[in-house]
């Protein structure tokens, strides 16, 4: 015979309340470990100790639940806690139901103070000021390639990349009504303009593509005219009270976005080597014959691996260049640590953007 749905709903309330009991243990232990914190002048956030915690947690699970699923709740529970030893503040590029307030809520949960921005000028602006402890910013794009506003800023920003998260991004065109006629003006940012623009040839050949300084402005300004429709997330419909015209109208079925966290190396040192990381850095070589191929020979030699070299003007109309590597690996190990040392010795600049965990 099976339980009554009853019995097993009343299981399920005396099985919450355990659970909030428990929570509230844990909290009350988190604040303990805020107050020694505090004394011992340490980082209350650590991307690490959260890492590490999810993959115990993960390891000792026996189902019927994911992983993915309890390393969101786990994200969570660990987000709330730390709030109560001390709220974290990030910055990203705003408003509300943009793709970078979603990277930020994967990577720190939801129990942290927005600082919403207008631009990722301003991420940077902001975190560097010590008006947000982290910033998150886009890096790269699968379908589009670098931000390469981002790279720009990072060459001359005193914040280092301390982690990472990876988004899979489902664009949706978003307006007043549910149909595709009258569409006049569709708004977005730039890149998720590039990111759809096969579908928006084919279906509204006939509107004009104006960019926006994100995805929820583009929502929000398509909220203000019926001839008009934005180019968003779902939140961003939520946010805005827009109907999904079109769902994912992305080129690429599997587009995906690699955000970079940021901060100031007093706020947060380079988190310790994980098993599983990446050393990115910023060079450039003297304009000369073979010079590029320099860059790779101490790499080779110690047995280091490349995982991406982008290259962008270093804007001195000499047509120099400055290129953006990342490395496999932590740069506290030795073979890494080697390379990294016979590279700024040919190297007219270099600068190490961060070491850090990589993400799943």
């Known amino acids: 015979m099976t339980t009554p749905l009853a019995e097993l709903r009343a299981q399920i309330d005396t099985l919450d309340e355990q659970l909030l009991e428990l929570l509230n243990r844990r909290a009350h232990v988190a604040e303990q470990v805020g107050e020694v914190k505090k004394r011992e002048g340490t980082p209350f956030f650590r991307p690490d100790r959260v890492a590490q915690v999810i ?30 030893e001390s709220p974290v503040r990030v910055a990203y590029l705003g408003p509300a139901g943009t793709f970078s307030e979603q990277a930020a809520l994967q990577f720190f949960g939801a129990s942290i103070e927005h600082v919403a921005c207008s631009s990722i000028d301003e991420v940077f602006r902001a975190t560097a000021a010590g008006n947000a402890s982290y910033g998150v910013v886009p890096l790269e794009n699968s379908t589009e390639g670098v931000v390469s506003r981002s790279l720009d800023l990072l060459l001359h920003t005193p914040l280092h990349i301390v982690g990472e998260t990876s988004l899979m991004v489902r664009h949706n065109l978003l307006r007043l009504s549910d149909s595709l006629e009258g569409i006049e003006a569709v708004y977005a940012h730039p890149q998720a303009l590039a990111q759809c623009q096969g579908w928006l040839t084919t279906h509204l050949p006939q509107a004009d593509r104006r960019a926006a300084s994100s995805n929820a402005e583009g929502a929000r300004l398509a ?22 015209a079109a769902h994912a109208i992305q080129d690429d079925a599997f587009n995906r976005t690699r955000f970079a966290v940021v901060c100031l190396p007093q706020t947060l040192p380079a988190p310790p080597a994980s098993g599983k990381d990446c050393t990115s850095l910023v060079v450039s070589v003297p304009n000369r014959p073979g010079a590029v191929h320099d860059l ?16 962008r003007p270093a ?8 290129f953006y590597i990342d490395l496999q690996g932590h740069a506290s190990q030795s073979h890494l640590s080697a390379a990294l040392a016979e590279l700024q010795q040919i190297c007219a600049f270099y600068k190490v953007l961060g070491t850090y965990p990589v993400s799943d």
């Open 55 to 84: 993959e115990r947690i993960q390891q000792a699970n026996t189902g019927p639940l994911k992983n993915e699923h309890v390393a969101a709740v786990w994200r969570e529970i660990m987000s709330a806690c730390l709030a109560l």
């Open 223 to 244: 909220s203000t005219c019926a001839a008009w429709a934005g180019i968003a997330s779902d939140r961003a419909a939520s946010q805005f009270g827009l109907y999904t």
């Open 296 to 311: 790779l020979v101490p790499l080779k030699a110690h047995g280091v691996s490349m995982t991406r070299f982008e290259s």
């Open 315 to 322: 804007r001195s109309g000499q047509w120099d260049y400055y």
